[in-house]
């Protein structure tokens, strides 16, 4: 019996062998053995109760930090739909779906004049994505006004979560990988959304000028190391002290511009990636003595 008969029918859409290359940033990486787009949230629940739990079940957002190795992911990736991507405000509150877009998330903050959401405006992911490394830049991150979650787990139970529970740190979570969130509330406080907006476009700027955002990226490929051992620098200035900034690994290239973005020069495969990335790791421990760990998610097989 092959995978597809051996999922349960669904409201929304399931489809087998489906390149997942084009739905990720670095546009590299292997077909989903199925994907399965979920109508809503009682879609998506009777999915995970239903599925047998020998099936592997990945939840993707709109992979700006995933990097899909060349063999493909085996069992069922998700992506949520349109149903999932719903944005409102009430008072100080923002609720947004799992699906819903960082960006759309920190315009509709502004606009009903609600500030603290604005960093959302420098990062390409959904808020799904967001919740699950505490996504953040330019000194804020997501658990500075994240309040709850709702969330599905493998079996398809409905939990609904409090920031403390998520246990967030730099770019972390302590919450179960077989969560899929589905829906996010943020508080923020009350300003004039002309100010907002003013700060929006500031980082927006600020963005443009420093990061490649229009290459095909994975963003910071590693999280920052320990102070301590790095003498206090970030990731981007140990690979440049290590000699990384510009090194390529057939199509892959440590971006000219900021040295801790990988790059796809159009040729990669994710195995070039996942090459380059190891070789900065090993480059800048024997250089600098540092340990640097992925930010950038790996998933899938590598290619035989
Ligand atoms: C040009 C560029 C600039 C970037 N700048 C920043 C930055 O300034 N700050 C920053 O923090 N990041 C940055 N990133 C990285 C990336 O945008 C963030 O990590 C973002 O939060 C990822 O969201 P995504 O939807 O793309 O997640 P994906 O890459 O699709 O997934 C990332 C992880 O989240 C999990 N996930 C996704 N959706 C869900 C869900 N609904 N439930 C449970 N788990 C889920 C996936 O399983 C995976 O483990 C940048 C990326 C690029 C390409």
Redesign the pocket.
Known sequence: MGLIDRLPSVRGKISANVPLAPYT?LRVGGPAEALFMPKDEADLAHFLSSTPDDIPV?????????LVRDGGVKGVVIR?GPSFAKVETNGLIVTAG?AAL?NKVAKEAAKAGIAGLEFYA?????I??????N???YGAETKDVLTEVV?LDRTGRRQVMSLEELGYSY?HSNAPDD????QAKFKGRADNPEDIHARMAAITAKREES?P?REK????TFKNPDQIQSKGRGAWQVIDAAGGRGYKVGGAQMSEKHCNFMINTDEATAADLETLGETMRNMVKESQGVDLDWEV?RIGEVAT
């Not at 969560?179 to 589905?182: A, E, M, P, R, S």
């Not at 990226?217 to 910071?220: F, L, V």
């Open positions: 940033w990945t939840i993707l957002g709109v992979a700006s930090n995933t949520l799992a960082d420098g990062i390409p992911g959904t799904g994505g967001a919740l699950r490394m996504a953040g830049c969330a770019r969560l899929i969130f589905v990061q955002i990226t994975g963003g910071s998610k």
